[in-house]
């Protein structure tokens, strides 16, 4: 099955500053790529996601670039403010017919200081 | 709001008791999942529901028992828990189609089996 790794496992930034967090994969027919962030409390939502036809997207302070050759995309935050102080999850699928299992990465706990 | 609503938020229970999760959402959506969160490790998909029918279970235990009556309601019924299944359980949906779709969950059920 899909293996995902992602880091780190934490991250502390000073505020302003860029955060980057890296996940590689397993199955190289997998090809939708989501990004979570989980707050405290509540469920994980999504943030951004990226399909393998395409290799970055950007959305405001946020972005993800995918190298499908090597297996790994990366998510990009810019900017830091303490609202991004969350913990953040990768996640791959395979869209293969009846596939619907999203594979998690372990989650990195992205720490914001004022 | 994400449009999943997970009921309780908080359960405590002995080993011996038997309770249930229960997941509604208002999104339209034909597929809805149940996930586990435990502490340092990934989230871990559980069971799968596409229109209304079972089409994965993820090798998870007989003393969790999942029930999808009807397109928006997803329940999980436990009997016999053991301390380890203690954890954040998570419901999400989405809508199945030829193209990844995202998958919106709801705040999750802190679970403390004693």
């Known amino acids: 099955g899909e293996n995902v790794e992602q880091h780190p496992s934490t991250l502390s930034v000073q505020e302003g500053d860029s955060a980057v967090i890296k996940c590689t994969y397993s199955d190289s027919a997998s090809n939708y790529f989501p990004w979570y962030k989980q707050e405290l409390g509540k469920g994980p939502q999504l943030i951004i996601d990226i399909r393998s036809n395409v290799g970055e997207k950007k959305d405001q302070r946020i972005a993800v670039t995918l190298n499908k050759t090597a297996k790994h995309f990366s998510l990009h935050i810019t900017e830091t403010q303490p609202e991004d102080s969350a913990v953040y999850f990768c996640a791959v699928q395979y869209s293969g017919a009846g596939s619907y299992q999203l594979t998690f990465g372990k989650g990195t706990k992205l720490s914001v200081i004022p | 709001e994400t449009g999943v609503t997970q009921t309780p938020r908080h359960l405590v229970m002995g080993m011996t008791n038997k309770k249930s999760l229960k997941c509604e959402q208002h999104?339209?959506?034909?597929?809805m999942y149940w996930y586990k969160q435990s502490a340092k490790k990934p989230l871990e998909l559980m069971f799968v529901y596409s229109l209304e029918e079972r089409v994965e279970n993820n090798s998870v235990p007989s003393r969790f028992s999942p029930e999808c009556p009807n397109s928006s309601h997803l329940f999980l019924h436990l009997h016999t828990l053991q301390p380890e299944d203690s954890a954040l359980y998570l419901c999400a949906s989405s809508q199945e189609e030829a193209v990844n779709t995202e998958a919106f969950f709801g705040q999750g059920t802190r679970l403390t089996v004693v």
């Open positions: 999104l339209g959506h034909n597929a």
